[in-house]
């Protein structure tokens, strides 16, 4: 299966400030990357799809980019909102795999 | 705006067999694939399968294909997950999810969350 790697693990930084969190695959996935926001007690809300396209309602503060296995996710500006889990996922090849997830707190 | 609404037993023994229930109202249950995600508490998300609409396609996590079932009801607009021999190993909270293809061909669309406990 494919593995997604997703880095840090946490992340600490003040509102206003710039967001990069990285996902690595195992091996090459085209574009097939997804990003979801996870706040506590929540279902997973879907940011990005195919690794750069926002999903409907999505602020454009949140941007996505890369493509085979290297990938990030930007927030241009973090609202206190932001803070919470971020999580990867493939949808190259069966099973669907998800990373770890990286934890964006407030510093 | 469309709903996922799931229901099902949240105090499991070990060697029992899970069953959850998903109903998708103000919505089109057609044209989609309906999947299972689950989560344990404190960990990351782990994909169980999914089925398409007309049941021509469903996948299970490896890790889990000898005991999961997946099924529909489409008079009812219901999706199913049955996971037996539960363990300890199965707690986490359950949800129940729509995948809409082509775009965004993600899953945009997320139940309330069901919290399983498997314990003797």
């Known amino acids: 299966e494919i593995v997604l790697t997703q880095s840090p693990a946490t992340l600490s930084l003040s509102p206003g400030e710039r967001a990069t969190l990285s996902c690595r695959a195992s091996q090459s996935i085209s574009n097939y990357l997804i990003w979801y926001q996870q706040k506590p007690g929540q279902a997973p809300r879907l940011l990005i799809y195919?690794?750069?396209n926002r999903a409907t309602g999505i602020p454009a503060r949140f941007s996505g980019s890369g493509s085979g296995t290297d990938f990030t996710l930007t927030i241009s500006s973090l609202e206190p909102e932001d803070f919470a889990v971020y999580y990867c996922?493939?949808?190259?090849?069966?099973?669907?795999?998800f990373g770890l997830g990286t934890r964006l707190e407030i510093k | 705006q469309v709903q996922l609404q799931q229901w099902g037993a949240g105090l499991l023994k070990p060697s029992e067999t899970l069953s959850l229930t998903c109903a998708v109202f103000d919505g089109s249950f057609s044209g989609y694939y309906w999947t299972w995600i689950r989560q344990p508490p404190g960990e990351g998300l782990e994909w169980v399968g999914e089925?398409?609409?007309?049941?021509?396609?469903?996948n299970y996590n490896p890790s889990l294909k000898s005991r999961v079932t997946i099924s529909l009801d489409t008079s009812k607009n219901q999706f199913s997950l049955n996971l037996n021999s539960v363990t300890a190993a199965d707690t986490a909270v359950y949800y129940c999810?729509?995948?809409?293809?082509?775009?965004?061909?993600?899953?945009?669309?997320w139940g309330q969350g069901t919290l399983v406990s498997v314990s003797s």
């Open positions: 999810v729509r995948r809409q293809k082509p775009i965004p061909d993600a899953y945009d669309m």
């Open positions: 996922q493939q949808r190259r090849d069966w099973p669907i795999t």
């Open positions: 195919d690794a750069s």
């Open positions: 089925i398409n609409h007309s049941e021509s396609s469903i």
